[in-house]
């Protein structure tokens, strides 16, 4: 079982850049790959980024492509996601969630599907005044 805690999240300006991390529990987190999600008052949740279990493969929704990078240090349990001109409409909880699927390509109706995650985090708030 793995349990995760993310932080990072606060209250920024447009434009401005948040590290969001999520601090996973157990052994066997390298086993595992990560998903950021992330939902918005009134809105389901959607996926925003995916890292496989070594860290070699990332995969990002179109609307956050080019502003947000994901990345891993195993040694340290922990997934980082670095998110950069920070907009309005970026404001919501982020979550990480961890899975045991392989993806071999930034396929987004697969990776972003929450159901293919066992494990969750409570999230962190990111709020973004314009």
């Known amino acids: 079982q793995v349990q995760l805690v993310e932080s990072g999240g606060g209250l920024v300006q447009a434009g401005g850049s948040l590290r969001l991390s999520c601090v996973a529990s157990?052994?066997?987190?390298?086993?595992?790959?990560i998903g950021w999600f992330r939902q918005a008052p009134g809105k389901e949740r959607e996926g925003v980024s995916h890292?496989?279990?070594?860290?070699?493969?990332?995969y990002y929704a179109d609307a956050v492509k080019g502003r947000f990078t994901i990345s891993r240090d195993n040694a340290k349990n922990t997934v980082y996601l670095q998110i950069n001109s920070l907009k309005p409409e970026d404001t919501a909880v982020y979550y990480c969630?961890?899975?045991?699927?392989?993806?071999?390509?930034?396929?987004?109706?697969?990776?972003?599907?929450?159901?293919?995650?066992?494990?969750w985090g409570q999230g962190t708030q990111v709020t973004v005044s314009s």
């Open positions: 969630a961890a899975g045991n699927r392989y993806y071999s390509g930034n396929k987004y109706d697969t990776w972003s599907r929450a159901s293919e995650y066992a494990y």
């Open positions: 157990g052994r066997t987190f390298s086993r595992y790959a």
């Open positions: 890292i496989s279990n070594s860290g070699y493969s990332t």
